[in-house]
């Protein structure tokens, strides 16, 4: 599988490493007053979707990058790739923004 990486260009899948569901990027928030239910439903509960599927991968043997990648998970087709940094700042602006 090819990963088209924002900045580089095409890689290998074989430089990356998979880190799960790309939503869950944000942990829960250990001084709240139920963080150990949360923190267990953040780090156990996956869902396990055939089709469309965001995605967290780490660039670990090239620029150490994280991207969120959209791939469909029944044909492994790559539909975008984004750096996690932007979708991070988004996140945080459509959130500011309410």
């Known amino acids: 599988m090819i990963i088209d990486h924002p900045l580089l260009g095409p890689r290998d899948a074989q ?3 998979y880190l799960g ?3 869950l990027i944000n942990r829960p928030d250990w001084q709240c ?16 979707p055939a089709g469309e599927h965001r995605e967290l ?5 090239g620029d150490r990058s994280w991207l969120v ?15 996690a940094h932007d979708v991070a700042k ?5 959130r500011s923004a309410k």
């Open 69 to 83: 990648v959209t791939r469909n998970t029944v044909t492994h087709e790559i539909l975008s790739v984004e750096l």
């Open 33 to 48: 007053e139920n963080a150990l239910s949360e923190f267990h439903d953040y780090l156990y509960l996956r869902d396990n």
């Open 15 to 17: 430089e990356f490493t």
């Open 57 to 61: 991968w780490y660039h670990e043997q």
């Open 21 to 23: 569901d790309a939503s």
């Open 90 to 94: 988004a996140v945080t602006a459509g």
